[in-house]
């Protein structure tokens, strides 16, 4: 008889983001696979906090720079077209950085707030969430 492999499920991370910088905060708690690839991270912050993905973004994680990649980079950074989320975000309270708009300057902060097991329910979704998004390109 053939044995079966088990393999374990992936983790969902529940998330905050915050856009930092703002009184009174605009956040919203999310959901999302840990596997996640952080360029789908970014789809799905821009769709949960209401941007329309005009302008240039990256995350900071421990002073390091992840985007994608640019022909004339004006600093060091890390394609993260294949760093998955459980990658760099593995520790309940664990904090990242999100940039967009980087004449604007929104910074958001996403704070890892706890794992759930994976029950099959679809994901991402959004659980939560304060005050609209400053519209694009508003300065």
Same mark, same amino acid.
């Given at each position: #008889?053939?044995?079966? !492999? @088990? =393999?374990?499920?992936?983790?969902? %991370?529940?998330?905050?983001?915050?856009?930092? &910088?703002?009184?009174?905060?605009?956040?919203?708690?999310?959901?999302v +696979? *840990? &596997? /996640?690839?952080l360029? +789908? !991270?970014?789809?799905?912050? @821009?769709? /949960?906090?209401?941007?329309?993905? *005009?302008?240039?973004?990256?995350?900071? /994680?421990?002073?390091? =720079?992840?985007?994608e990649? +640019?022909?004339?980079?004006? #600093?060091?950074?890390?394609?993260?077209?294949?760093v998955?989320?459980?990658?760099?975000?593995?520790?309940?309270? @664990?904090?990242?950085? %999100? @940039? =967009? +708009?980087?004449?604007? $300057?929104?910074?958001h *902060?996403?704070?890892?707030?706890?794992r !759930?097991?994976?029950? $099959?329910?679809?994901?991402?979704?959004?659980?939560?969430g304060?005050?609209a998004?400053p519209?694009?390109?508003?300065?």
């Amino acid at each position: #008889m053939a044995k079966v !492999l @088990q =393999y374990p499920k992936n983790d969902l %991370y529940q998330l905050k983001i915050t856009l930092k &910088n703002i009184k009174p905060p605009i956040w919203r708690r999310f959901v999302v +696979d *840990s &596997n /996640i690839l952080l360029p +789908d !991270l970014h789809k799905v912050i @821009q769709t /949960i906090i209401g941007w329309t993905n *005009s302008h240039l973004h990256q995350f900071v /994680i421990d002073g390091v =720079y992840y985007s994608e990649p +640019d022909e004339e980079p004006f #600093m060091e950074y890390v394609d993260y077209r294949k760093v998955s989320l459980a990658q760099v975000l593995s520790r309940d309270e @664990q904090t990242i950085i %999100y @940039q =967009y +708009d980087f004449g604007d $300057g929104w910074e958001h *902060s996403i704070v890892l707030e706890k794992r !759930l097991e994976d029950q $099959g329910q679809e994901n991402p979704f959004c659980v939560k969430g304060k005050r609209a998004c400053p519209p694009e390109d508003c300065g």
